[in-house]
């Protein structure tokens, strides 16, 4: 199995992600981009990529900040996420730079590729889904913001990627009325999509080292299990039946 950082630029700047993909195999294969949450391509990220290249996929774990760039506490990760958020066209650049990336790689079916990202990243991974880039099937959001970008910015006038959004009804950072108006957008835009909402969960529910239930944040062993079985199942979907890998044994790295 390769699994190594992976450095890659938007046309201003030097990015360090982490690709990982089975190099015995020697076919083309879809890909997949892993988009992070705030602190930045971290461990976590990196290890959904080795499960996704378990899958027989080839996974690219997201660097969204820039190279060397990472948040080691929530002022400096809201200081490096903020910006991003709020100038939705420079997300675009830095996103549309790894998707570019991952479509050049010889061993990456460049007609096969889905996002998917958790918490910021799942704002990302609705955002791909928004513009309609060419060859992206499927975006997958696990506890990701929902917010839709400013109405001038330019978007697909329909939606062809398919779209899973996977949510904790309690979110504090998507509220049921954000969960409600991210419904009413994916029909006003003709998406194929699912919302699947987890009854008493809140934020970052994949994720081990959330501990802080007053906050809203909490991960829960059943959401994950349950949203790991989802998103496989969905790539097998969107990538079709000659890449149906649901009778794979590979657990969600927690």
Known sequence: ??????????????????????GAKDR???GVLVFHQWSGCSAFEKEKAEWLAGLGY???????????KRGTNPQENGALMTPLVEDRSLLRQRAEAAIRHLKS????????I???????GGLCSLDVARWGMTGVR???????????????????????????????WNDPMARPESACAF??????????????????????????????AKGGMQ?????????FEMTKDFLAEVFGPAWDTRVVSCPWPS
């Not at 506890?143 to 959004?165: F, I, N, Q």
């Not at 029909?187 to 501990?211: E, R, V």
């Open 183 to 212: 419904a009413r957008e994916m029909h006003d835009h003709g998406a194929d999509w699912q919302l699947h909402a987890f009854g008493g969960c809140g934020h970052a529910f994949t994720n081990p080292a959330a501990q802080d």
């Open 1 to 22: 199995m390769h699994a190594a950082d992976e450095t890659y630029t938007d046309g201003t700047g030097q990015f360090e992600g982490y690709l990982s993909f089975d």
């Open 219 to 227: 991960f829960n062993p059943l959401a994950d299990a349950r949203s």
């Open 58 to 68: 080839a996974a690219l774990a997201v660097d969204m900040y820039g190279k060397g």
């Open 138 to 168: 499927g975006a997958v959001s696990l506890h990701g913001l929902l917010g839709a970008p400013d109405a001038k910015l330019p978007r697909a006038k329909s939606m062809h990627t398919r779209v899973l959004a996977l949510h904790g």
């Open 105 to 112: 790689l010889p061993m990456v079916d460049g007609d096969r």
């Open 114 to 120: 889905a996002v998917m990202g958790f918490c910021f």
């Open 28 to 30: 083309r294969r879809p």
